[in-house]
């Protein structure tokens, strides 16, 4: 079955880490760019991150910049974004998400055409 | 960054009314916008990807367009299924960026 499954999301402290994992399956996975999109209870999306196949290019929103690390280990088909100094305004559902690198007269379309089903990660003492 | 305005903020409609919604970049981003949608408690889904093409597998009521600043999503005849909340986003620039979403109500 083709799917995306995130873990890793629980209860932390301010200042603390947490590790998200998203296991992929049924597709070539070093096909894909993936990426991170979080929701925090009752609000919209937001973007946090995305990494290149070969794990080679990274790019994050700069309210994440410094803090959290996007990568991926392709052997093990999986994805991760390590949250460090996790503040209250982290507090969201994580998703993890492929994006196929689709291109269209010399011009890349993000396509985030696989979702996973979401981590929550709250961010509370 | 980009900022992405959609209107309405939320709307009601009625199963078989053609719906439409619009998002406004801050500057210009050529045709690089994707819709999608979300129901409650799950995954958001792609219906839109490079303003205009519709993704494989979505029904063909749903169309976008635009290019440039201004850009809108139409559904042309409102299902029951289709009561979800709707976000553009764009990929010209980093960080990628969300419109706030538009909320379509049943009414």
């Known amino acids: 079955e083709v799917q995306l499954v995130e873990s890793g999301g629980g209860l932390v402290q301010p200042g603390g880490s947490l590790r998200l994992s998203c296991a992929a399956s049924g597709f070539t996975f070093n096909n894909y760019w993936m990426t991170w999109v979080r929701q925090a209870p009752g609000k919209g999306l937001e973007w946090v991150a995305n990494?290149?196949?070969?794990?080679?290019?990274?790019s994050y929103v700069d309210s994440v910049k410094g803090r959290f690390t996007i990568s991926r280990d392709n052997a093990k088909n999986s994805l991760y974004l390590q949250m460090n100094s996790l503040r209250a305004e982290d507090t969201a559902v994580y998703y993890c998400?492929?994006?196929?690198?689709?291109?269209?007269?010399?011009?890349?379309?993000?396509?985030?055409?696989?979702w996973g089903q979401g981590t929550m990660v709250t961010v509370s003492s | 960054a980009i900022q992405m305005t959609q209107s309405p903020s939320s709307l009601s409609a009625s199963v078989g009314d053609r719906v439409t919604i619009t998002c406004r970049a801050s500057q210009g981003i050529r045709n690089e916008l994707g819709w999608y949608q979300q129901k409650p408690g799950k995954a958001p889904k792609v219906l839109i990807y490079a303003a205009s093409s519709l993704q494989s597998g979505v029904p063909s009521r749903f169309s976008g367009s635009g290019s440039g600043t201004d850009f809108t999503l139409t559904i042309s005849s409102l299902q029951p299924e289709d009561f979800a909340t709707y976000y553009c986003l764009q990929d010209n620039s980093y960080p990628r960026t969300f419109g706030q979403g538009t909320k379509v109500e049943i009414k």
């Open positions: 998400a492929r994006d196929p690198d689709y291109s269209s007269g010399g011009t890349y379309y993000d396509i985030y055409d696989l």
């Open positions: 990494i290149r196949q070969d794990g080679s290019q990274t």
